[in-house]
Antibody, heavy 121, light 108 residues
Framework: EVQLVESGGGLVQPGRSLRLSCAAS????????MHWVRQAPGKGLEWVSG????????GYADSVKGRFTISRDNAKNSLYLQMNSLRAEDTALYYC??????????????WGQGTLVTVSS | SYVLTQPPSVSVAPGQTARITCGGN??????VHWYQQKPGQAPVLVVY???DRPSGIPERFSGSNSGNTATLTISRVEAGDEADYYC???????????FGGGTKLTVL
C-alpha cells in the first residue's frame, strides 16, 4: 500500500523558515515525480512545487518561487520542502502527492494527510 | 497564466445526475484530472486523462473534455458523493500545474 506521511509543520513567525518532510513507502520512490500542494483554511487547492524522479526537472508556483526549495533523497524515500521568508499567506495545510510517472506533468495519486503550517507573530 | 473556472456549487437530488464543469481556454487540448475532497480528508483522484477511472472508483464517475469545457459527471448520485471537486491540468506554457477553484457538490 502506498503511504505518504508529511511532517515538519507548525507555528512559525513571519520571515522565518521551516522544512517539511514527506516519508514515502509502498512503491519504488525513485521511479516517480513528487509534488507539494497546499490548501489555505477554507480555500481551494494550490500547487506549490513539483520535482521529477531524478531531480532533473523542478517547478514552482509563482507565489513561492525564490522562497521555497523542493528536494528529494531517493536513498531515504523522502521528499522535502524548504520554506524561507515565510508570510502569513503561506498558512495552509501542505500535502505531499505522488505523480503517476517520472515527470511532474500528470496527475496526483495518492496524497498524504498533510501537515499544517501556520505563519503568525 | 492558465485559469480553470468551476462553478462554486452544484446541487442535485439523490439518484439524479450531477455535472460539474471546468472551463479553460482550449482545455480540450489538455488532459484534465478530477479530485474529490470530503471534509477533513485529503483529495482523492476520481478521473484522470479526461475520462479514465482509477481502480476502486465507481463507474458512476465519468469525465469528458472538449473545446473550452471539461465535465465531471456523477450518475445516480448518493449522499456519500457530497464533497468538493477540483479539476486540474498541466499548463506546458508556464510549466505549472493548475487547479480549478473547486465545486461544492450538495446532495439535497
Amino acid at each position: 500500500e502506498v503511504q505518504l506521511v508529511e511532517s515538519g509543520g507548525g507555528l512559525v513567525q513571519p520571515g522565518r523558515s521551516l522544512r517539511l518532510s514527506c516519508a514515502a513507502s509502498g512503491f519504488t520512490f525513485d521511479d516517480y515525480a513528487m509534488h507539494w500542494v497546499r490548501q489555505a483554511p477554507g480555500k481551494g487547492l494550490e500547487w506549490v512545487s513539483g520535482i521529477s524522479w531524478n531531480s532533473g526537472s523542478i517547478g514552482y508556483a509563482d507565489s513561492v518561487k525564490g522562497r521555497f526549495t523542493i528536494s528529494r533523497d531517493n536513498a531515504k524515500n523522502s521528499l522535502y520542502l524548504q520554506m524561507n521568508s515565510l508570510r502569513a499567506e503561506d498558512t495552509a495545510l501542505y500535502y505531499c502527492a505522488k505523480e503517476h510517472s517520472g515527470s511532474y506533468e500528470g496527475w496526483f495519486d495518492p496524497w498524504g494527510q498533510g501537515t499544517l503550517v501556520t505563519v503568525s507573530s | 497564466s492558465y485559469v480553470l473556472t468551476q462553478p462554486p456549487s452544484v446541487s442535485v437530488a439523490p439518484g439524479q445526475t450531477a455535472r460539474i464543469t471546468c472551463g479553460g481556454n482550449n482545455i480540450g487540448s489538455k488532459s484534465v484530472h478530477w479530485y474529490q475532497q470530503k471534509p477533513g480528508q485529503a483529495p482523492v483522484l476520481v478521473v484522470y486523462d479526461d475520462s479514465d477511472r482509477p481502480s476502486g472508483i465507481p463507474e458512476r464517475f465519468s469525465g469528458s473534455n472538449s473545446g473550452n469545457t471539461a465535465t465531471l459527471t456523477i450518475s445516480r448520485v448518493e449522499a456519500g458523493d457530497e464533497a468538493d471537486y477540483y479539476c486540474q491540468v498541466w499548463d506546458s506554457s508556464s510549466d505549472h500545474q493548475v487547479f480549478g477553484g473547486g465545486t461544492k457538490l450538495t446532495v439535497l
